[in-house]
């Protein structure tokens, strides 16, 4: 008769939690600048785009003519 171990496995998947857990936690500073930078560029973006129309608003308002 054969009795299996299973605490090698819980081990195992503690430690995988751990480093996912860790992962997470030092991905954060690095997902906050990347908003950040998109967010800026963005406002550029709609910046450019309203000095384009003239009169610095969006004539349209994101809504196509319908013809």
Same mark, same amino acid.
């Given at each position: 008769?054969?009795?299996?171990? %299973?605490?090698k496995g819980s081990i195992e998947l503690i ?5 996912? /857990?860790?992962?997470?936690?030092? /991905?954060?500073?690095?997902?906050? $600048? ?12 709609y910046s450019g785009m309203t000095a384009a %129309?003239? $009169?610095?608003? %969006? ?9």
């Open positions: 008769m054969c009795v299996r171990d %299973n605490s430690v995988l939690g751990l480093l996912a /857990a860790l992962i997470v936690v030092l /991905a954060m500073p690095l997902l906050k $600048n990347i908003g950040e930078a998109t967010s800026s560029s963005l406002s550029q973006v %129309n003239g $009169n610095g608003s %969006n004539s349209d308002s994101g809504q196509q003519d319908s013809q």
